[in-house]
């Protein structure tokens, strides 16, 4: 088990971005024997992070010394919020780290009224899917939303097994 560290979820600034690469390759490693496997060379682009940052989607889980330890990135899509990464540094992992990133997202999809909230994930690996679900996802058929079905498809592309990979999404209640 981790040691108990105080974090601060906060909105991402510029500053933090060179720190959310290494941030994604910890958390990755949690993939390590795992269906999925670990790979090494999946990131969020800086200029995506940079591009969220600005447009204030991307928060933060910052130490005490205010360095990110996780990270969550969305953006709006077809009218809906989209949960494009959330990473926790596996130092970090097991602390409810990754929950309240997720209930920072919920806080800004009921204030900017998106009707719910979507995302890609694998159905089977406990921090994933069933990770989701315990936060009110429901897993839904990948082909119903044109911008989820295309985020499914752009995974199975980068040779995710479709078998494996799910879209989920939660109806936020204003």
Request: hydrophobic share 40%; with cysteine.
């Amino acid at each position: 088990r981790n040691k108990i560290m105080p974090i601060r979820i906060r909105l991402a600034n510029e500053s933090d971005i060179p720190f959310l690469d290494d941030v994604e390759q910890s958390a990755a490693k949690a993939f390590i024997g795992s269906s999925v496997g670990y790979v090494e060379s999946r990131t969020v682009p800086q200029d995506l992070l940079l591009k969220l940052c600005h447009s204030k989607t991307l928060w933060v889980a910052a130490d005490d010394s205010n360095k990110p330890v996780g990270f969550v990135a969305c953006y709006p899509l077809d009218g809906f919020l989209y949960v494009h990464e959330i990473s926790v540094a596996q130092e970090a992992q097991g602390q409810g780290i990754g929950r309240r990133l997720m209930n920072v997202v919920e806080d800004h999809a009921i204030d900017k009224d998106y009707p719910y909230i979507g995302l890609t994930t694998f159905r089977d690996i406990r921090w994933n899917g069933p990770f989701y679900k315990s936060l009110g996802y429901k897993e839904i058929a990948p082909d119903l939303y044109s911008g989820l079905h295309n985020k499914f498809k752009d995974d199975i592309r980068k040779g995710h097994d479709p078998a494996l990979r799910c879209v989920m999404v939660k109806v936020i209640v204003n």
